[in-house]
């Protein structure tokens, strides 16, 4: 697949002097689903202004679609579609001819049929002639996607998309991502909740502290970083954890109900089998077995502490 | 995409039209109604005492001074509020992130506010004619000055609305230096009226200027050559546009 955006040596200095962005790599594929995780202050947001046009880089370079943003700026940012995080919206504007405003804004001829398809799929089609400060928060929200939609861009970058939004309109919000991808959209959003990563993301990036610690396929990562817990519940509690059980991979857990045991699954000797023959060795009973493979959100975890001890 | 984004230009220009056309009634009310109140206060009030003002009765030798003054606070207020409030609000991310050039975003800005404030200039001279005969010498030049003046002070709101980071900045330009310049540069009055030195400090107040340029274009004579009105007209827009270019070139207060 083609390279629809490719970030390379990207750095940029505020003028307080804070350093957002140091020497930030990266190359997003046609199509794909990207999830760049990181904490606040990550410069997830930075990363996207820059590529949007709304902030200056200090060095580096980026190109969208094969043009450079800052020398084929029309090209670049016709291919771009942006969600900002903040909810800023026109309040006294009609939603319908907000949307219509940011088809033309784009250079792009009128077009009623696609702005009904636009907004009936984001089931904004009920509230077109609504003023937009008559919508709640999350239909808002709607009115931004909806206009960044609106000039049918090959590139969608959302930012936090789902942030401070009901359970309920972040299902509408996963679905409706898939659908976009059904059409060839490339979709770049960022995001706090690991589990929206997980849900929907193929790779998936983590970015601290201006610096992007790890850029991998969902499910490699998972695998490479993953752990697996395995929980042994036992038939009689016992008091203490037996000497020739003791380890650091073993714990007493559940007030003595359960012993677990954590193992990596790539390891050539995973240690199980031994640790259930020597649980039955000492004539402990079990009643069940469960395995649980670690979250992206343990392994984001991991992967931000170890950068601080570091 | 080449060439010029014109459904762009057009977008931002319909935009700022529609904003305007909410608030028709006040915006074109209120200019009708404060013309109204200068007339009968200066016009009819102490008009009535006064003698004519080079030849010209002075309830009409008034006219061009308050469509002048009504077009100045006018270009400024639109032309700022309209770059102003989606920094405010934060909507200016999709200006920033659309395929607009800023020659185009000034044109498209800067030209919505100068129909409105050159509509504003019409409606006055209109309702003049209500109370008063006002003779136009040269109409087409009437007609082109306000334009110019029009466009100028739209190009300096523009300014001012980026610069600006409160709605108090916003305000205190057009209230604290434009307003008491006019009124002291000649907008009630002619310059020949006043003692020395102030006829001769007066004429370091550029709007002296362009309101004495705008009452030629209406009696064929004003306080200073007209060569000079519309020599400081010219360097007026050249300099608002230098501001500007730089302005966008270095993403002061607009890119961070």
């Known amino acids: 697949m083609a390279s629809i955006l490719t970030v390379a040596g990207l750095t940029k200095v505020y003028a307080s002097g804070f350093q957002a962005l140091k020497r930030v790599d990266l190359s997003i594929e046609e199509g794909e689903i990207f999830a760049l995780l990181g904490p606040n202050g990550a410069g997830k947001t930075t990363l996207i202004s820059i590529i949007c046009g709304l902030v200056n880089p200090s060095g580096g370079s980026v190109t969208v679609a094969g043009g450079d943003i800052i020398r084929d700026y029309r090209d670049t940012r016709s291919a771009i579609g942006l969600v900002p995080q903040e909810l800023a919206t026109d309040q006294f504007e009609k939603v319908i ?209 170890q950068e601080k001890a570091a | 995409m080449s060439g010029v984004n014109w459904t762009g230009i057009s977008a931002i220009y319909r935009f700022e039209l529609a904003r305007f056309r909410r608030t028709l009634l006040t915006g074109l009310l209120v200019p009708v109604i404060t013309t109204t109140l200068y007339f009968i206060v200066f016009g009819s009030a102490i008009g009535s005492r006064m003698s004519e003002v080079d030849g010209t009765p002075y309830a009409a030798f008034i006219v061009p001074g308050l469509i002048m003054l009504s077009m100045f606070t006018e270009s400024i207020f639109n032309a700022s509020f309209g770059i102003y409030m989606p920094k405010f609000t934060g909507t200016i991310y999709e200006l920033q992130s659309a395929p607009v050039s800023a020659a185009e975003a000034v044109a498209a800005y800067v030209g919505a506010a100068a129909t409105k404030s050159l509509s504003v200039g019409l409606v006055i001279f209109a309702t003049a004619h209500l109370f008063v005969d006002v003779p136009v010498a040269h109409p087409l030049m009437m007609f082109g000055f306000m334009l110019l003046i029009a466009i100028s002070f739209c190009l300096f709101g523009f300014i001012l609305g980026i610069w600006a980071q409160s709605f108090e900045q916003l305000q205190i330009i057009p209230m604290l230096i434009i307003m008491p310049m006019t009124f002291l540069g000649g907008a009630f009055y002619s310059i020949h009226m006043l003692p020395e030195p102030w006829r001769s400090i007066t004429l370091f107040n550029p709007i002296v200027y362009l309101i004495s340029g705008f009452r030629w274009t209406f009696f064929g004579k004003g306080d200073v050559a007209i060569q000079f009105s519309m020599a400081f007209i010219a360097a007026m827009l050249l300099v608002c546009i230098g501001v500007i270019s730089w302005m966008f070139k270095t993403g002061y207060r607009l890119k961070k």
Do not use: C
């Open chain 1, 97 to 305: 001819d907000t949307v219509r405003f940011s088809r033309g804004l784009f250079g792009k001829r009128r077009d009623d049929a696609l702005v009904e398809k636009i907004l009936r799929d984001l089931s904004l089609w009920d509230k077109k002639d609504n003023r937009i400060r008559e919508l709640s928060g999350g239909m808002k929200r709607r009115v931004m996607i909806a206009k960044a939609l609106s000039h049918e861009p090959r590139l969608l970058f959302l930012d936090e998309p789902t942030a401070g939004v009901d359970v309920e309109l972040r299902r509408d919000m996963w679905k409706l991502i898939g659908a976009l991808r059904q059409t060839g959209v490339t979709i770049v959003l960022t995001t706090h909740y690991i589990e929206e990563a997980e849900e929907m993301a193929d790779r998936v990036g983590v970015i601290n502290r201006g610096e992007l610690l790890l850029v991998e396929e969902k499910r490699a990562l998972m695998k490479k970083l993953g752990k697996k817990t395995l929980t042994v519940t036992l038939a009689e509690p016992i008091a203490q954890l037996p000497a020739e059980l003791a380890g650091s991979a073993v714990a007493l857990k559940d007030g003595g109900h359960a012993i677990e045991y954590v193992f990596d699954t790539h390891a050539d000797r995973t240690g199980i089998s031994g640790l259930l023959r020597q649980i039955g060795d000492l004539g402990i009973a079990y009643k069940d077995l469960d395995t649980r493979q670690s979250s992206l959100e343990d392994i984001f975890v991991s992967l931000v502490h």
